[in-house]
């Protein structure tokens, strides 16, 4: 049941709103116009630029390279084609951590040169201070606990975090922390369901999980990943909808052989 599919707009309120009556959020990656026009149409609640960009669109390793000025473009081509979904954009790696005065210039960049409604920014304690300073500018910010992929080179894998009684509960310590800062909502990547179900109850902004299971508020995938364009990458929690990457190649090589003999065009298709 979706309470708020008739929403024009949907706001931070909104989603707090969706918690409360229990309606689950759906929110997706996108990083292109074409994209994002398709998924607003579509009823997604959150539309995250995310700079998981930084893998799927520029076929780097990890999230460390995509630069602000990259975050930007991406996000004013989203904030072109959206009409209802609210617009988070991820703070890049090196443009917030360690110094909340360049976390609010990096921030009011990306507010003013790409119209998008939000910022995101991984950690908990350690960046409290920026979470605030940016806060003190009216720009709602959204939390990531969990596996943090700017700190992969800390962590060593991609594997699930906070299986250990000791960072599940340094988890739910900067959880209450980001909450009490005023994040609006918070993302958990990666986690066992029964810590991210407990974050969930605990918390009254709304929880969004990416492997972190059923019991949390909503649930956030990578686009490319939904959609089967990225063939490479299987994890448990994902599910694909469509297999894109074995679509788009069998109609590439239509095309290819089309062209090679001479069926494209046709005296249809040409002037
Ligand atoms: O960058 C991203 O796509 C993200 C999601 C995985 C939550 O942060």
Known sequence: MSVHKDVKKVTTQTLREM???????????????????ILDDAGIDILLVGDSASNVMAGHETTLPITLDQMIYHAASVVRAVKRALITVDLPFGSYQGNSKEALNSTIRIMKESGAHAVKLEGGAEVIESIERIL?????????LGLTPQSI?????????AKEEEEADRLKKD???????????LVLEKIPSHLAAEVAASLHIPVIG?????GVDGQVLVMHDLLGITNDFSPRFLRRYLNLYDDIKGAAERYIDDVKRQDFPNKKEQY
């Open 153 to 161: 080179y800390k962590f060593g894998t991609y594997t699930v975090r």
């Open 19 to 37: 918690k409360e009556r229990g309606e689950k959020i759906a929110m997706l990656t996108a990083y292109d116009f074409s994209m994002a026009r």
């Open 136 to 144: 003190t500018a009216g720009v709602p910010v959204m939390g990531h």
């Open 175 to 185: 959880a209450l922390l980001l909450q009490e800062a005023g994040c609006f909502a």
């Open 210 to 214: 990416i492997g972190a299971g059923a």
